[in-house]
């Protein structure tokens, strides 16, 4: 009784196909697919020594403290107590 059936899972796949569609699905599984084919592809790259090859990062930039813009607003962060 703790597990689902077979028919629970048909009637669950049947209620999503109602609601989003065989299109919107299929454009979910392909996407899905080269995310995951992208992160493998990271992974050996990464490897393989991926990193000699790319170019040094630049550094990171120093924020100046009083510097305003028309824009920007200038906010404390308190604690609640």
């Not at 090859?53 to 920007?72: R, W």
Request: glycine share 12%.
């Amino acid at each position: 009784m703790g597990s689902f059936s077979i028919w629970h899972w048909l009637i669950v796949l049947l209620v999503v196909i109602l609601i989003f569609g065989t299109k919107k699905l299929k454009n979910l599984g392909s996407d899905l697919g080269g995310a995951v084919k992208g992160f493998k592809d990271g992974v050996k790259g990464s490897q393989e020594g991926g990193d000699a090859a790319a170019p040094a990062a630049a550094p990171a930039q120093q924020v100046t403290a009083h510097k305003t813009d028309a824009q920007t607003v200038d906010v404390d962060a308190k604690t609640k107590s």
